[in-house]
């Protein structure tokens, strides 16, 4: 690169030297060149600041996370425990999936629960279990939850209804 620029440079100087006259102005010094259009955009206008960002304080009695809480019936069974949430499109908060039955992880599906079902009265610590509205009966015929297929979710009154998701 530096060769390159010398020899730019004596390249200018030969022509300077070589007898070529510019035109004058009245000032003697060469016209000064013609202004083309600005290739780059016009200077954006400043930015306004971002308006800060909405802030909720929870007590922390309130509010307690439910993934890998304790599920029980209302008759103190152990029904398993939330392993995930669903949502519909809109964020609204549908159903919950249960791992239920098994022991030590073997034998364990996963079935869908309404939403609605799950009472969390008592959450205070996280050894605390939300209670499900539904037997054990009802919970051990609902079909298994399987990921890409479609989602039957176990009512509160035990009937098993595809959840209907609004477009």
């Known amino acids: 690169m530096r060769a390159t620029y010398l020899s730019i440079v004596v390249a200018g100087f030969t022509v300077l030297g070589s007898g070529q006259s ?9 016209p000064p060149e013609k202004s083309q259009p600005s290739q780059q955009p016009p200077p954006a206008a400043p930015k306004q600041p971002a308006p800060p960002p909405s802030v909720t304080i929870i007590a922390p009695k309130e509010a307690h996370g439910v993934l890998g809480r304790e599920v029980r019936s209302a008759a103190n069974e152990d029904m398993g425990h939330i392993v995930d949430v669903i949502v519909d499109l809109r964020g ?5 999936v249960i791992d239920f ?7 364990v599906r996963k079935i869908v629960v309404d939403w ?3 009472h969390f009265g008592g ?3 996280k050894s605390d279990s939300i209670t499900l509205e539904l037997t054990r009966e009802q919970v051990t015929a609902a079909p298994e939850y399987k990921e890409n297929q479609s989602i039957v ?4 009154t ?4 595809p959840l209907q998701f609004d477009r």
Request: charged content about 10%.
């Open 22 to 30: 510019w035109p004058q102005n009245d000032s003697g010094s060469p």
């Open 101 to 107: 039955g098994g022991f030590l992880g073997v034998g």
């Open 92 to 96: 609204a908060v549908r159903a919950a």
């Open 116 to 118: 609605s079902a799950l």
């Open 153 to 156: 979710v176990l009512g509160a």
């Open 123 to 125: 959450m205070a610590d």
């Open 158 to 161: 035990g009937s098993l209804n």
